[in-house]
């Protein structure tokens, strides 16, 4: 069992929905980031989380660690936001998740 | 302004063969990554290094070895290259420590060995 899951893996939505991508761990962390990964396989850093919740946009990011679960959200989808969003969480090194590949239709 | 830069884009190669990957960033940060992307999309960390520690991924085979000139280049050496080390290789660097700030990647190196 990887010890970063990632769900759904793979998330068909129309655009305008707000979307939600799951992350579980099951290790003691220090901190969680939220990555994008675009169609032509540029890597982009959206967040880092230690606590709480950030926003950026229409992008917000939570964390519960006593849960050991992360979310992000995204409102307003657009097809602009389709790309792979990737959670990576920090215990020493960098151990990551799978990937959830998010297609937004227009 | 490029942050962070790899070379070459893509790199085809014959096994047994020796390479190398480049890495610059331009951000003044103090730690740089490498990471593997398989066949099927799983990120894996190879290194972390800033000027003063190297951390080495246990799993990475010892043929792979990074190179840091200075502060802002972090190079990869393969040798001895084999079919299963076809990959995308990303370079990334941090403001500080491995992991706990934001990490910006540079655009991948395809490599392929026939």
């Known amino acids: 069992k990887n010890e970063v899951e990632q769900s759904p893996q793979n998330l068909t939505a129309q655009e305008g929905e707000f979307i939600t991508i799951n992350c579980s761990y099951s290790?003691?962390?220090?901190?969680l980031h939220w990555l994008q990964q675009h169609p032509g396989g540029g890597i982009v850093s959206l967040f880092m989380?230690?606590?709480g919740k950030k926003k950026h946009g229409r992008l917000i990011a939570t964390i519960n660690i006593q849960e050991k679960h992360s979310s992000l959200h995204i409102t307003a989808s657009h097809p602009r936001d389709s790309a792979v969003y990737i959670c990576?969480?920090?215990?020493?090194?960098?151990?990551f998740g799978s990937g959830t590949q998010l297609t937004v239709l227009p | 302004d490029t942050a962070v830069s790899q070379t070459p884009k893509y790199l085809v190669t014959q096994m047994g063969n020796d390479k190398s990957i480049k890495c610059e960033q331009n951000?003044?940060?103090?730690?740089m990554y490498w990471y593997k992307q398989d066949s099927k999309k799983f990120l894996k960390i190879m290194f972390s290094y800033n000027n003063k520690e190297l951390i080495i991924n246990e799993t990475v085979p010892n043929r792979f070895s990074p190179k840091s000139p200075d502060k802002a280049h972090l190079n990869l050496h393969i040798n001895s290259l084999e079919l299963g080390d076809s990959a995308v290789y990303f370079c990334a660097s941090s403001q500080a420590g491995t992991g706990i700030s934001v990490q910006f990647f540079g655009p991948g190196t395809r490599l392929t060995v026939l």
């Open positions: 989380l230690s606590s």
């Open positions: 290790v003691g962390i220090s901190a």
């Open positions: 951000l003044g940060h103090d730690t």
């Open positions: 990576a969480v920090v215990r020493g090194q960098l151990t």
